[in-house]
């Protein structure tokens, strides 16, 4: 693992440099960019230490910040994830700027908590949002048959209007299941055939079929995409999953990271997945199979409650709320592999657009393309346009469609709102962490030397020590309980005790009998729930 530590003059050289870009900036950063911010972040004298934990097939950085201050492997941690989705531009810069303004504007708030920030999982991928051909890409640079024909690649997009954007080409065909949407034309949505609507186009993504399968755009020049590799339903022979669970350098790094990091006691994704603007809810059914599907249920309170707490921080209302997420993805393996509590949003939802009778317009692309216009943003749509296509000879071919990355990334000129919001709810998040504290401590005498001692262990917070599945899991350390007497010295109860859990504004009543004098040191406590200390004199 290579540490970076700046000198102060390079620090200094460095906010300059940051400070200027981001004067100048008008769009989403460059990798060259989120590197150079990195390092000003992690400067000499920051509480943030930056490391690259591996290099991606494609030589790109997967980088940690680490902000905090003092022992900081056993105060309770928060991970903040972005970038697990490639196409997800604004999840990078979500996370990069809550690592500057916590470094900037929040450092109280490292007294009592660590903080862990990866800002992309999936920079490979990201650098298509900056290159001369753009399309949504998803995997890394690994070289994948992604189709099992024996060839790499071979079946990958194809710019035919050479407009340098990857968008979709409609075909017409009597076999074709789409039809144009009544209200706007550009939109193509499938035929109901329980309704008799026939289709009159084949959807299908620009490209070519080079190996003459009958499939288009079914081998693409990318690799594994690490929202889809991990190990909860990991969707095995699926394209872009790889061959087996974790088997990219960067899905491999984090794990491996994470699970060093016994501290951590919750994680927030900057993902497409979400449970945040509306709370998963328990199913009683699903949570009894023998492979897990469902958010426990006193789990599903505390996503409960917390929703509500994003809601009230995070002005944007989505409308179309709570998602579970997607086989193989990092949201779901953090809850249903890692035990921790596990918070994902997208950071910005296509705000719900009416029509002229004032009706909800439901289909997503035609309520994105009436907001632009609302907006005022005209440059999200490639019109259809005729292309001469030689796997559809004498068949009219068009192509056209929502221009990339417009539908999951808002115009950067909304994002500093976007980002001081969710800074401020991850801060308010943190102010909830598991706090242990000692109080109705006792001591009684009970004559011929022995002392018996009595305390309550509180939970001083709405959250429990441990999620319900993190406890059930027993992966999560237990709360360990330890007096300073040797054993001989006990008389009743135990030099170390284990307690499974804690749970919110609750409390576990200790005792010990003791003989001899002096004093003695009580500790409680684990790294994700933090420790409490208690000297008691007999």
């Given at each position: 693992?290579?540490?970076?530590?700046?000198?102060?003059?390079?620090?200094?050289?460095?906010?300059?440099?940051?400070?200027?870009?981001?004067?100048?900036?008008g769009d989403y950063p460059t990798l060259s960019q989120v590197n150079q911010r990195l390092q000003a972040i992690s400067g000499s004298g920051s509480p943030a230490k930056l490391t690259s934990l591996?290099?991606?097939?494609?030589?790109?950085?997967?980088?940690?910040?680490?902000?905090?201050?003092?022992?900081?492997?056993?105060?309770?941690?928060?991970?903040?994830?972005?970038?697990?989705?490639?196409?997800?531009?604004?999840?990078?810069?979500?996370?990069?700027?809550?690592?500057?303004?916590?470094?900037?504007?929040?450092?109280?708030?490292?007294?009592?908590?660590?903080?862990?920030?990866?800002?992309?999982?999936?920079?490979?991928?990201?650098?298509?949002?900056?290159?001369?051909?753009?399309?949504?890409?998803?995997?890394?640079?690994?070289?994948?048959?992604?189709?099992?024909?024996?060839?790499?690649?071979?079946?990958?997009?194809?710019?035919?209007?050479?407009?340098?954007?990857?968008?979709?080409?409609?075909?017409?065909?009597?076999?074709?299941?789409?039809?144009?949407?009544?209200?706007?034309?550009?939109?193509?949505?499938?035929?109901?055939?329980?309704?008799?609507?026939?289709?009159?186009?084949?959807?299908?993504?620009?490209?070519?079929?080079?190996?003459?399968?009958?499939?288009?755009?079914?081998?693409?020049?990318?690799?594994?995409?690490?929202?889809?590799?991990?190990?909860?339903?990991?969707?095995?022979?699926?394209?872009?999953?790889?061959?087996?669970?974790?088997?990219?350098?960067?899905?491999?790094?984090?794990?491996?990271?994470?699970?060093?990091?016994?501290?951590?006691?919750?994680?927030?994704?900057?993902?497409?997945?979400?449970?945040?603007?509306?709370?998963?809810?328990?199913?009683?059914?699903?949570?009894?199979?023998?492979?897990?599907?469902?958010?426990?249920?006193?789990?599903?309170?505390?996503?409960?409650?917390?929703?509500?707490?994003?809601?009230?921080?995070?002005?944007?209302?989505?409308?179309?709320?709570?998602?579970?997420?997607?086989?193989?993805?990092?949201?779901?393996?953090?809850?249903?592999?890692?035990?921790?509590?596990?918070?994902?949003?997208?950071?910005?939802?296509?705000?719900?657009?009416?029509?002229?009778?004032?009706?909800?317009?439901?289909?997503?692309?035609?309520?994105?393309?009436?907001?632009?216009?609302?907006?005022?943003?005209?440059?999200?749509?490639?019109?259809?346009?005729?292309?001469?296509?030689?796997?559809?000879?004498?068949?009219?071919?068009?192509?056209?469609?929502?221009?990339?990355?417009?539908?999951?990334?808002?115009?950067?000129?909304?994002?500093?709102?976007i980002a001081e919001e969710h800074t401020n709810f991850i801060l308010k998040l943190t102010d909830l962490q598991p706090k242990l504290e000692f109080?109705?401590?006792?001591?009684?005498?009970?004559?011929?030397?022995?002392?018996?001692?009595?305390?309550?262990?509180?939970?001083?917070?709405?959250?429990?020590?441990?999620?319900?599945?993190?406890?059930?899991?027993?992966?999560?350390?237990?709360?360990?309980?330890?007096?300073?007497?040797?054993?001989?010295?006990?008389?009743?109860?135990?030099?170390?005790?284990?307690?499974?859990?804690?749970?919110?504004?609750?409390?576990?009543?200790?005792?010990?009998?003791?003989?001899?004098?002096?004093?003695?040191?009580?500790?409680?406590?684990?790294?994700?729930?933090?420790?409490?200390?208690?000297?008691?004199?007999?």
């Amino acid at each position: 693992m290579k540490k970076i530590y700046l000198s102060l003059v390079a620090g200094i050289g460095l906010l300059c440099s940051h400070s200027a870009t981001s004067m100048a900036q008008g769009d989403y950063p460059t990798l060259s960019q989120v590197n150079q911010r990195l390092q000003a972040i992690s400067g000499s004298g920051s509480p943030a230490k930056l490391t690259s934990l591996t290099k991606t097939e494609g030589g790109k950085d997967i980088w940690v910040l680490k902000v905090g201050k003092g022992d900081m492997d056993n105060k309770p941690g928060i991970a903040v994830v972005g970038g697990v989705e490639g196409f997800h531009v604004l999840s990078v810069e979500l996370a990069l700027q809550f690592a500057e303004k916590l470094v900037k504007d929040h450092a109280d708030k490292l007294e009592q908590t660590t903080f862990y920030v990866f800002p992309n999982m999936s920079p490979d991928a990201y650098e298509q949002y900056h290159a001369s051909l753009k399309y949504e890409r998803r995997g890394n640079a690994a070289k994948v048959d992604h189709d099992r024909d024996g060839q790499v690649s071979e079946d990958g997009y194809e710019d035919l209007n050479k407009d340098g954007f990857i968008t979709m080409m409609r075909v017409e065909s009597p076999m074709g299941d789409y039809i144009t949407l009544e209200n706007d034309d550009r939109v193509l949505i499938k035929s109901d055939r329980s309704k008799g609507q026939r289709g009159s186009y084949m959807l299908l993504p620009e490209s070519l079929d080079k190996d003459k399968d009958g499939k288009f755009g079914e081998d693409l020049a990318e690799g594994i995409a690490f929202n889809k590799s991990l190990t909860y339903k990991f969707p095995i022979f699926e394209p872009l999953a790889g061959d087996f669970a974790v088997s990219q350098v960067e899905s491999r790094a984090l794990l491996d990271y994470l699970f060093d990091q016994w501290n951590i006691f919750s994680i927030v994704t900057f993902s497409p997945a979400n449970n945040l603007s509306a709370p998963l809810k328990h199913n009683a059914g699903d949570s009894r199979k023998r492979i897990l599907t469902t958010i426990l249920n006193k789990d599903a309170a505390i996503n409960g409650m917390v929703s509500g707490i994003y809601n009230e921080t995070v002005t944007q209302k989505a409308h179309n709320q709570n998602n579970q997420g997607t086989d193989g993805d990092f949201f779901q393996w953090a809850y249903f592999h890692f035990g921790r509590l596990s918070f994902g949003t997208p950071g910005w939802w296509v705000p719900e657009v009416k029509d002229a009778d004032g009706k909800a317009i439901s289909n997503p692309e035609a309520n994105f393309l009436a907001w632009a216009e609302q907006e005022g943003i005209n440059d999200v749509f490639v019109p259809w346009t005729a292309v001469d296509h030689p796997d559809f000879p004498g068949q009219k071919v068009e192509v056209g469609g929502i221009k990339p990355f417009v539908m999951h990334n808002p115009p950067f000129s909304k994002v500093a709102e976007i980002a001081e919001e969710h800074t401020n709810f991850i801060l308010k998040l943190t102010d909830l962490q598991p706090k242990l504290e000692f109080h109705n401590v006792k001591t009684e005498k009970l004559g011929n030397g022995l002392t018996r001692i009595t305390a309550d262990l509180f939970n001083n917070s709405p959250l429990p020590t441990h999620s319900e599945l993190g406890e059930r899991s027993r992966w999560l350390r237990k709360i360990r309980v330890d007096i300073s007497k040797d054993q001989k010295d006990l008389v009743a109860g135990e030099k170390i005790q284990l307690i499974k859990s804690v749970g919110a504004f609750e409390k576990t009543s200790l005792s010990w009998v003791v003989k001899g004098s002096g004093s003695v040191d009580i500790k409680a406590g684990a790294a994700h729930a933090g420790f409490a200390t208690l000297n008691v004199k007999l």
